[in-house]
């Protein structure tokens, strides 16, 4: 028979600070013929007597009082252990390993980790990057950054900011080849697309609109590439039109290296989520890493966040 040594020496020094079976009985929320068969159990278990007892008062043996005066101590060690576990469970510390797609994890998340890590000396962070956030399961990250909703089982999944795909060219190939006038221009165009990771799927259907009216344009690349950031130095040497995440070439077109075309209009929206296994998501790191990257986000305004 299982026994609960534990609860024992805590039940023994709430009788002992009692001082008889009814008090016990009292703080304990049972009756006197449970604490006394407790009693009687722990007594058998430890083969000695630890009360001599009568019918209103027990003074303890010299057993007894051994075992009162190393109870005592041991249930204050647990106790401040479990204070001690509690504390380190809220306060951010140890390791954390981030996994995100690479040109949001090279141009936005390394700098936030920067910080991050300043503000948070005892946390380690690694950073992984996979083409589109497609981390494999076997990564064993503790979050992972990803656009568009995840259907990972069993995850936390949190939505962290929003942001928008919009078409954009360098003023070197709007010079050459002048601005579309209309969405539907863009098939005279020459257009750079991604490509999926490992089935080479080419994403050459682009969404563009406003609230009465969206297009849905197939253009035919002149190059592709499976890399974002590839699309996104082709773009900045004037090689054609693009098709990027708001995200990415927000700071481009503030310096005028690119130029937003159609910029009354609005492209595919994604979302960036932050996916977490479920035995994870209430460490008080990763608590700490989603709250200042939300921070972090709204902050620097290349997402609109949450």
Known sequence: MAHDETGDLRFFTVLVNAGNLTATARSLGT???AVSRRLARLEERLGCTLVIRNTRHFRLSETGKLLH???LQIVSDIDRLEEDIAESVNIPQGSLSIGAPVEIGRRQIAPF???FSRTHEKIKVSLTLAAEGLHDSTDYLDITLRLGMPDTPGAVVTRLASTTRVLCASPAYIERHSMPRHPRELVRHDCLCLRRHKTMTLLNKWIIGDDTETDIITVE?????TSAEIIHDWVLSGQGIAYKLLCDVQKDLKIGKLIRIFPHLRGEPIDLYAV???RQHSRA???AFIKDLKKYIKENGFFEGT
């Open 113 to 115: 980790i920067e910080q």
């Open 285 to 287: 790191s990763v608590k």
């Open 31 to 33: 009756s006197p013929t």
């Open 221 to 225: 690349p002149r190059l592709s590439t």
């Open 69 to 71: 005066k190393r109870a």
């Open 276 to 278: 977490m296994p479920s």
